[in-house]
């Protein structure tokens, strides 16, 4: 099933961000995944405004190709030098439609 990775930073400390832009996306990558956008170019149309500095959509086939990402030792450097650099939160969903009512998107489970 496909899932989604949301990647919400606030940069406190740039040092990391080149190496970490040059090469994630290319272990990412390896792990089946594709970056949808990488941005910093963030609008908030409702709601009060989350303290980020970008956001960062990646698409994967599957939860354990994410899970494969996160544990691989080549990653381990840029996630452990992204989190001394800034306020991260990871997010997974998957591509199903909690009402169930949307055609092309899968129904959840456990609801």
């Known amino acids: 099933m ?3 990775l ?8 740039e040092a ?9 996306h290319r272990i990412a990558a390896r792990h ?4 949808l956008s990488r941005s910093t170019n963030v609008e908030t149309l409702e709601g009060v405004p989350r303290d980020v500095t970008g956001i960062a959509l990646l698409e994967f ?4 190709d994410v899970m494969a990402l996160i544990g691989d030792p080549e990653y381990r450097p840029y996630r452990e030098a992204r989190r001394r650099g ?7 969903i998957d591509d199903t439609d909690i009402a169930g009512s ?10």
């Open 2 to 4: 496909t899932v989604y």
């Open 61 to 64: 086939p599957s939860r354990d």
């Open 86 to 92: 800034s306020i991260c939160h990871y997010r997974l």
């Open 16 to 24: 990391w961000l080149p190496e970490y832009v040059t090469h994630v």
């Open 102 to 111: 949307i055609p092309y998107l899968g129904k959840p489970t456990g609801i």
């Open 32 to 35: 089946n995944g594709r970056y």
């Open 6 to 13: 949301i990647a919400e930073l606030k940069v406190t400390d």
